[in-house]
C-alpha cells in the first residue's frame, strides 16, 4: 500500500466518522429539545397537582333515594 492508497482510507474513514458525529449532534440535539418539553410538561402537572391538592374541594352531597313506589292493588 503505497502513501496515496493510505491518505485515500484515511479521508475516507475521517469522512464516515465525521457524517457519524454530525448524525448524533443531530440526535442530541431532539433529544435535548424533547428533554425540555418533558420538563415543561412535568413542571405543569406538579403545578396543577400541587393547587388541586391545596384548595378543598366542595363536597358534594347527593339528594336522599326515594322509596320505590308501592304497587296499586287496585282490584278491575
Known amino acids: 500500500m503505497n502513501v496515496c ?3 485515500r482510507l ?3 474513514e475521517h469522512d464516515e466518522t465525521a457524517a ?3 448524525n448524533l449532534r443531530e440526535q442530541i ?5 424533547s428533554l425540555a418539553e418533558t420538563e415543561a410538561r412535568l413542571a405543569e402537572l406538579t403545578a ?3 393547587s388541586s391538592t391545596a ?6 352531597s347527593r ?9 296499586s292493588t287496585s282490584a278491575s
Do not use: F
Open 5 to 7: 492508497e493510505l491518505l
Open 10 to 12: 484515511l479521508q475516507t
Open 20 to 22: 457519524r458525529a454530525d
Open 29 to 33: 440535539e431532539r433529544l435535548t429539545t
Open 48 to 50: 396543577t397537582a400541587r
Open 55 to 60: 384548595s378543598p374541594h366542595p363536597t358534594t
Open 63 to 71: 339528594p336522599p333515594r326515594r322509596p320505590p313506589p308501592t304497587p
